[in-house]
């Protein structure tokens, strides 16, 4: 599960940025990198499969 806890971590920063930003930019923001985060290990597992079927 080392990869949960870096995606916890990433997402904490998101949340730990200047108090300036309204809360929905903050849950915005979250949103936005878990998103990306969902993304970025749907690529690297569609990478492994294919690696492994070929």
Known sequence: ???RRGDEE?????????????PTEIAAA????T???RHDKLVAGL???R???H
Do not use: I, K, N
């Open 1 to 3: 599960m080392a990869r």
């Open 10 to 22: 990433t997402v904490a920063v998101a949340v730990a940025e200047p108090p300036s930003r309204t």
């Open 30 to 33: 979250v949103a936005d990198e």
């Open 35 to 37: 998103q990306r985060l």
């Open 47 to 49: 990478t492994r499969w």
């Open 51 to 53: 690696e492994l079927c």
